[in-house]
């Protein structure tokens, strides 16, 4: 029964990574433009989740809304006033420019609140199916994100403004011509990504310590779940990340956590050469 | 009456298609195609919209890979040949929306063509040539403009030119016509004549019966994917299954109708 | 530019570097040498960058795994006066490794290819990390001391890396005024339209890709010998492989001397200004990159043309 417990904790971890990754993938597919931020989004929300845990005695999980509203706010910003003039230039440019704005954020969070790892520590219970142990922090952490992650589809699914990104991610052109704002899409997107990046980084505070050192990290797994799942959709982001936190999960096992997060780097690299366009088939820009 | 101007006789066998085909997921873009090109020849590919006439040059040329079939130039298969081998084997082609290198000058964007399939010795010797095609073509004036300053019809002689730099044997034009008017189409059989007239044989993909019928001995015609008919422009301009492809099935059996009811 | 004049003046800068041991202080002598390393590697990185246009971010792998190449080749014994061997070692390694990478992972374009080639760094980075029998891991690698006093040292690595930079900036001549250089900028451009003209894009991407590869690793064996102490982390600095797209996009990509000018920049502002905060090291990198992409979207060269298209 020990694949049981291995398989249970791949899942609520997958269902993180599912979270964390669907804002990164969203912004990839609709703007075309890597948010090398992503990363240091998701340990901003963390840090804050942590602070107001810590001096306030919030609940992360109350948290998680308020520093996701607050994030958008910073993302939108960011997009509308910087990265949106020079959005239509190459790669290297929208690459180099995000990585850019990542090592600003990346500084100032380690001078505000330096490198030293901080753990948010609930302490719910546990809960024990079938000779699977599973803390409740994490349950109710992953049932967050999948939340989370099931509202974000309701909204591109059925809102005006979800269906506008929609539309753009399909056809920039096409949609301005009937008359979305392209612009305005673009920046509720990025804002959309710094959201769920900010909401994650809430979830993740209960689970992970929360330090600038795993920007990185979580950013490395954002591609690597885009790559597995596909470009700018929810349900490519779940498979991705579910198939990610198992894959790690089993890794883990059979190999060593450090090894763990060396398959997933291999695993990207063999798609990205076999099957760029992920399982579910989606290309993204290139 | 054909315009072409032949030098000498028919000519060996150039290209062998043989039961080209070509799938798309589920989608047959391509259905065993099979054709000869001789020497010397211009021959009309045709057919409406989707027939799949780009994807079988851009199966010859070595674009995609074939499901299956062959293709045989001079002897030797070339089924599965990259791009740049099919170029430097004398298999050029030009592309229906033009392909110029936009940052470069109309001079370096033929200079591309004769450095590399056109196998020019050195870089001096390659402008040399460039500036021979570009006058050729008309647009030896313009040799020091950048290429995306053209106008829609230099864009198109620039692709001729840079395609007859590469020295070609055969020679496929897909759409060179697409975007003209008129007169520019005019100039542009003109053009085209000559350069069979040098010696390149020519496919020649349009959908200007005008200019088909003027340019081509034969005429190969592609529906679905599939040649429904080949053969010398009269007899597939009458061939029924052409009329139907084009114009449909019910238009095609009025016309079946109304030539039985003559006296 | 037809006038003699950027190559005199680029005479003129290698002279300044190399007289720096007789007529200032080690510090100077240190800083020269940086600038003529970060000149090879940003004249590496315009190979694949600058001249084909695939966005690299692999420069850290191919410093690194030349820092490891060659300091296990020193530790082996081909130290001493053998030591140029051990350098050329990591370069032969370092250029193999790019070959058969490039195969895979040029297949890719844009941000793919980006993405992959971060990933080489951080695959790189995590088996020096795991392999600790061979590279000793997190601990980091100890490399034997050349023998030999300040000055000498000094001298020995300015001049090494003098020679490393030469090196790239002739094989950025060649590769400029040459076939290859036409043939990689048609890529750039348009590289299904390169296919079709006769191009052997795949042949012409891997020269490109080793080109960018092999004169960091150069640099990386040099390095190594150089501070006689290796680890993971820095060796495969994520801060060093974006410096590279940062500093050419500064001067100029796709020039001759767009690298030169710009590396000099920027090793000048980092010791002038930087070097004072030493904390906000990354916040300023970060500033100087939005300035950069803002105000110079065709780097300092082409300012100074004014052709009129960005």
């Not at chain 1, 997933?264 to 076999?274: D, K, P």
């Not at chain 2, 053009?191 to 003027?214: D, F, Y």
């Not at chain 3, 003209?197 to 012409?204: A, E, K, L, P, S």
Request: glycine share 12%; charged share 10%.
């Amino acid at each position: 029964m020990v694949y049981g417990q291995v398989l249970a904790n791949g899942l609520m971890l997958g269902a993180l990574y599912a979270c964390i990754a669907v804002g990164f993938s969203l912004v990839w597919g609709v703007l075309n433009v890597i948010n090398m931020m992503h990363g240091a989004f998701i340990i901003l929300g963390g840090y804050i989740a942590f602070f107001a845990w810590l001096h306030l005695g919030i609940n992360p999980f109350v948290m998680m809304l308020p520093i996701a509203m607050l994030l958008f706010l910073l993302g939108y910003m960011i997009q509308y006033g910087v990265i949106n003039r020079v959005i239509m230039r190459p790669v290297l440019t929208t690459l180099t420019l995000t990585f850019g704005l990542d090592m600003i954020l990346y500084n100032a969070m380690n001078i505000a609140f330096t490198a030293t790892p901080r753990r948010v520590v609930l302490d719910l219970g546990r809960i024990d199916i079938g000779g699977v142990i599973m803390s409740l922090d994490r349950v109710a952490a992953m049932v967050l994100a999948l939340a989370l992650t099931g509202i974000l589809y309701l909204i591109l699914r059925t809102s005006r403004t979800g269906r506008a990104i929609v539309a753009v991610r399909m056809d920039r052109d096409a949609a301005a011509l009937m008359g979305i704002k392209v612009n305005k899409v673009y920046a509720i997107t990025f804002g959309l990504g710094a959201f769920m990046a900010g909401a994650c980084g809430a979830l993740v505070s209960v689970v992970f310590p929360i330090t600038t050192s795993v920007t990185g990290l979580f950013l490395g797994k954002a591609f690597v779940i885009c790559v597995i799942g596909g470009l700018g959709t929810v349900p490519g982001a779940l498979v991705g990340g579910l198939a990610l936190g198992v894959i790690e999960s089993f890794a883990g096992h059979w190999w060593g956590p450090q090894n763990a997060i060396l398959i997933g780097f291999v695993i990207m690299l063999v798609l990205l050469v076999v099957r760029p366009t992920g399982l579910m088939g989606k290309k993204g820009y290139e | 009456m054909s315009g072409a101007v032949r030098t000498g006789s028919p000519g060996e066998v150039l290209l062998k298609v043989d039961r080209l085909s070509k799938s798309f997921g589920g989608i047959q873009a391509v259905k065993d195609v099979s054709f000869t090109l001789n020497e010397g020849e211009i021959v009309g590919l045709i057919g409406p919209n989707g027939a799949g006439k780009t994807t079988l040059v851009n199966l010859i040329t070595g674009v995609f890979p074939a499901s299956s079939g062959s293709v045989v130039y001079r002897g030797d298969d070339v089924t599965n040949q990259r791009p740049f081998q099919a170029a430097r084997r004398g298999l050029a082609r030009t592309f229906q929306i033009v392909q110029p290198f936009p940052a470069m000058t109309v001079l370096e964007n033929v200079v591309a063509g004769s450095l590399f399939a056109g196998a020019a010795g050195s870089r001096a010797q390659a402008e040399a040539d460039a500036l021979s095609h570009l006058e050729f073509v008309g647009l030896a004036d313009l040799a020091r403009r950048p290429a995306a300053s053209l106008t829609l019809p230099s864009r198109k002689r620039l692709e001729l030119a840079k395609s007859l730099a590469m020295k070609p044997k055969v020679l496929l034009l897909d759409e060179v016509n697409a975007g003209l008017n008129t007169s520019e189409i005019d100039q542009a059989l003109t053009l085209i004549r000559a350069i069979a007239a040098r010696g390149v044989t020519i496919i020649i993909i349009e959908h200007l019966m005008k200019v088909v019928l003027s340019l081509s001995q034969r005429i190969l015609v592609l529906h679905h994917g599939e040649l429904i008919s080949s053969g010398d422009p009269q007899s597939v301009v009458n061939d029924p299954k052409v009329i139907e492809a084009y114009l449909g099935s019910k238009f095609a059996a009025r016309q079946k109708q109304l030539a039985g009811a003559a006296p | 530019m037809k006038t003699r004049l950027p190559y005199i003046l680029f005479a003129l800068w290698v002279l300044a570097l190399a007289s720096t041991p007789w007529v200032a202080s080690n510090y100077i002598v240190k800083i020269a040498t940086f600038l003529a390393m970060y000149g090879a590697i940003a004249l590496s990185w315009n190979f694949i960058g600058g001249f084909t246009g695939y966005p690299s971010f692999a420069t850290a792998a191919f410093v690194g795994l030349g820092s490891y190449s060659g300091a296990l080749l020193q530790n082996a014994g081909v130290s001493g006066a053998l030591l140029p061997l051990a350098w050329l070692g990591g370069a032969a390694v370092v250029a193999l490794f790019a070959a058969i990478i490039g195969l895979i992972i040029l297949r890719m374009k844009g941000h793919y290819f980006a993405i992959g080639s971060i990933a080489i760094v951080e695959v790189l980075s995590q088996l020096a990390s795991s392999w600790s029998s061979l590279t000793g891991g997190g601990e980091g690698l100890n490399v034997k001391f050349l023998a030999g006093g300040p000055d000498f040292i000094g001298r020995v690595f300015l001049y090494t890396m003098i020679v490393i930079m030469l090196l790239a900036f002739v094989a950025t001549v060649l590769v400029d005024k040459g076939k290859l250089g036409f043939g990689l900028r048609c890529i750039q451009q348009n590289e299904d339209a390169a296919d079709m003209v006769g191009i052997d894009t795949t042949r012409y991407k891997i020269y490109a890709f080793v080109l960018s590869a092999v004169f960091c690793g150069a640099v990386g064996a040099a390095y190594s010998s150089w501070v006689a102490y290796i680890s993971p982390t820095d060796s495969f600095s994520i801060l060093l492989t974006l410096k590279a797209p940062v500093m050419v996009l500064l001067g100029g990509p796709g020039t001759v001397f767009g690298p030169v000018v710009g590396s000099a920049l920027f090793v000048l502002m980092e010791e002038t200004i930087w070097a004072k905060f030493l904390d906000y090291n990354q916040g300023v990198l970060g500033l100087v990159i939005v300035v950069l992409i803002f105000f110079l979207p065709g780097g300092l060269l082409r300012l100074r043309w004014r052709k009129g298209s960005a």
